[in-house]
């Protein structure tokens, strides 16, 4: 077997990962993926989420909020966190996310 020593930021993203990492060369062809050992913290992280009610969003959800704060920040040159807040419940109210079933 092989060991191959990562570099302290290398390392830091594999740790904060809750998910595979995918390892690849320096054209991009993948080389193999690398499952992150959770920890006690990270489980307890995932199975607050899990309970949490919401709201949450769809990936085509996410994509369009992201896609209408880029068009606003280039349409006003930029804006500030209580500027994106009002911008972000503006969206809110137009698309909102959705919340869990309790049951």
């Known amino acids: 077997m092989s060991d191959l020593i990562l570099t302290e930021e290398q390392a830091k993203i594999v740790a904060a990962s809750f998910d595979f990492v995918i390892v690849r060369d320096a054209g991009g062809r993948v080389l ?3 499952e992150p050992k ?3 913290e ?3 992280e995932l199975k607050r989420r899990a ?3 919401g709201p949450w969003f769809t990936g085509a959800q996410v ?3 992201l896609l209408a704060l880029q068009e606003e920040w280039d349409r006003t040159g930029g804006f500030d ?3 994106m807040k009002e911008f972000l419940a503006h969206l809110d109210t ?3 996310g959705h919340m869990r079933n309790k049951g």
């Open 32 to 34: 193999g993926h690398i």
């Open 38 to 40: 959770l920890t006690t």
């Open 42 to 44: 990270q489980i307890a």
């Open 51 to 53: 309970r949490s009610p």
């Open 63 to 65: 994509q369009a909020r």
């Open 81 to 83: 966190e209580v500027q």
């Open 94 to 96: 137009a698309d909102p």
